[in-house]
């Protein structure tokens, strides 16, 4: 009991410090709201950093083409053109980032531009959730700092990964799409920190010591997570709950926080039942436990891909010492009886070990199912302030409002411009498509990976027919109204696209081809090509 008010006084006492005058040059210190706000424009600096990194490389690839980037863009587009909505999505029903990516349009800054100011929201958004993490400034010490310092280690792990691969082992920039569950990532941490005030509450002794606000705090998350992802409840629902059940052998509070959580996670699973007819793949054949050895080869090939990748071993030492680090951070804060500041920690590494484990016996092989290995651990720098010396100087507000000022001017003067370039970079290949196809005013088809970016970009995306190789309407991540068409009249092809297998014994021979860089378009003219049955 002693310890315990020994630390509760020495919180009380760096919260005192906190308003009281700068004892450095006796100036008073900034309130708290611009505290917060600092620590925001800061985030923004740092997410304009990343995104600039990340548009500059191949790594733009993912974020500005990719067939399955596109998805988010796809329904704002159909919603856009007044298209009834039947979609064909899988497990995941991308609500968040679709509602976030429509407001974002209404900005008016093209497809592109939008996808780009998409993923700076992305990571102030993390940066958010970190902040709740960190705790309350009445509880921990410096916690803006510790959110900062967190994002700002995610900023070192996604600058650092350049390939234009969907399966490369680079996790941490996922989360500038809108489509690499970038919602689920932002709620996952969110719990956490909701967790962690939730016991924070129950220490500093409330008038009814119990974490209400934790427990719906979490219930709701969870449940609004796992309506767009069930991906939350491996992620998030499991390991938090075996973290908290630990530390419910000492503190019953924490029951109430798992039934809050799981409680959350049963209601988002009822919720997805009314939503059943949007979802074209469970998932269910993603998990094979038979084939976990495959999948344990798979990852291992992965690693030392991202291993011998620029930046790649750098990277990899880096996130193993944030592991590591989660561990000491856990061993240290439960010996001081901060517990909600333990939890946290302890996130950060059982996370990462369980998601891994869980993976390799599902068998699954899908890189972007282990992203909580990078983004978990950045749990231990949220918390690290609170284990550094008490005597370290405190920043003047002065210096603290100049560094973020002069951050964020470079990340808008230097970044913006990359931003820039790289979102409106020209296509002759993709604008020879889309010029042609608008011009004949005619309804065309093409196979998922090719057809998507043009569908994408055409000014009524209905012009544009996803099937398959057999001209079969292929009901992947795309809206089943386009099949109503009947028909269409020519194709587009690259080297993504297997060779069409046409019905009543048409072939390429039949159609002109017009060449079109990458692309080349089969024009089948007053000879439509009638549509298949759909397929998923």
Known sequence: MARRAYIDCSWESVAVAEQSPNPLRGEPALPRRAREVLGVLAAVAIAIAVVAAVAASARSE??????????????????????????????????????????????????????ALAGVVNIVALYAALRVAAGSTTRARAPIA??????????????????????????????????????????????????RRGLDRVADGG??????????????????SVLTNPLFAVWATVPLSVVLGVVAIRRRAALWLIAGLVAGTAV????????????????????????????????????????????????????????????????????????????????????????VVGAILAGTHAARYL????????????????????????????????????ALTAAVGLGVPRIAVAANAPDADLACVLGWAEQSGRTGAGQFWTVRLPKTHLADPRGLVQVDHRLRGYAWLVNREDFGVGEVSFLVLDEQSPAFVLPGGRSMADAELIPCGRYTIADFGSQPLPIGPQRS
Do not use: K
């Open 146 to 195: 510790g959110a900062l310092l967190a994002v700002s280690g995610f900023a070192v792990l996604a600058a650092s990964e350049t390939s234009p691969s969907r399966d490369a082992l680079e996790l941490a920039s996922l989360l500038t799409t809108t489509t690499y569950y970038s919602a689920t990532v932002v709620g996952v941490v969110l719990a956490v920190g909701l967790a």
């Open 268 to 355: 988002g699973f009822a919720c997805r039942m009314p939503l059943a007819h949007l979802i074209a793949n469970t998932g269910a054949g993603y998990f094979d436990p038979s084939r976990w050895l495959f999948s344990l080869e798979y990852y291992a090939v992965l690693l030392a891909e991202r291993w011998n990748a620029p930046w790649g071993a750098a990277s990899v030492v880096f996130a193993a010492l944030l592991w590591g680090w989660c561990v000491a951070a856990t061993a240290l804060l439960a010996r001081r009886r901060e517990v909600g500041a333990a939890v946290v920690a302890a996130c950060g590494w059982a996370m990462p070990l369980l998601v």
């Open 207 to 224: 008038s009814d010591a119990f974490p209400w606000g934790g427990v719906v705090g979490v219930g709701l998350v969870a449940a609004a």
């Open 371 to 406: 992203q909580p290995a990078v983004f978990a651990p950045l749990a231990g720098l949220a918390v690290l302030p609170s284990l550094l010396p008490a005597a370290l100087p405190r920043v003047r507000p002065l210096v603290a409002v100049g560094a973020v000022a002069v």
């Open 62 to 115: 993912l974020l500005f083409r990719d067939g399955d980037s596109l998805v988010t863009t796809l329904i704002v587009r159909s919603l856009a053109v007044g298209q009834p909505q039947d979609w064909a999505l899988s497990s995941v029903l991308f609500l968040p980032e679709t509602a976030v990516l429509g407001l974002l349009t209404l900005l008016g800054l093209g497809i592109t531009g939008t996808l």
